[in-house]
């Protein structure tokens, strides 16, 4: 393949002497041979197997990974991030049950807070740092935040 590309009149960088990734010209057939050997079938009933399920599949565990639009598009090589997300990019139900149960745990966490700290004097008896008439965390008959 690269002895091909390289001897077009327009090519300007020399073929690489001992490649790192053979790619070859036609994927489809390739993976259509593979699957033959590996006994998969093309048809399944969650769809059909074919290089482009393979890349959509790749792009979206790149998402699901954690990586930013920017990232996710460049190693999609995609010119918009509206291609990487809008085209390839898919929802899965069992990733929104897990973020919404993530979001229900953050809404569900309860802080307990002490009302007043006691504090010693040195060669004193223990007093409280908060005023005894202050000590609740609103004043009567205002709702809402705030108090001390």
Same mark, same amino acid.
């Given at each position: ?11 300007? @960088? ?7 990734? =053979? $790619? ?19 048809? #399944? ?6 290089? @482009?399920?393979?890349?959509?599949? =790749?792009?979206?565990? *790149? ?5 930013? *639009?920017? &990232? ?5 090589? @995609? ?8 085209? =390839?990019?898919? $929802?899965?139900? &069992?990733?929104?049950?897990?973020? $919404?149960?993530?979001?229900?745990? &953050?809404?569900?966490? *309860?802080?307990?807070?002490?009302? =007043? $700290?006691?504090?010693? #004097? ?6 409280? #740092? ?19």
């Amino acid at each position: 393949m690269y002895g091909r590309h390289k001897a077009r009149k327009d090519s300007t @960088h020399p073929a690489p002497m001992n490649p790192l990734l =053979y $790619v070859p010209s036609n994927t489809s057939r390739v993976l259509d041979e593979a699957l033959d050997l590996a006994g998969i079938p093309k048809n #399944a009933p969650g769809g059909k197997l074919d290089f @482009h399920a393979c890349r959509l599949a =790749y792009i979206n565990f *790149v998402i699901e990974s954690g990586a930013t *639009v920017r &990232e996710a598009q460049a190693l999609a090589r @995609h010119s918009t991030p509206e291609m990487t997300m809008n085209v =390839y990019g898919r $929802v899965r139900a &069992e990733r929104l049950s897990t973020t $919404v149960e993530g979001i229900a745990q &953050e809404l569900r966490a *309860v802080q307990k807070r002490a009302i =007043y $700290v006691p504090r010693k #004097a040195v060669g004193a008896e223990p007093q409280s #740092a908060t005023p005894f008439n202050n000590r609740k965390l609103h004043p009567d008959g205002i709702g809402g935040g705030g108090g001390n």
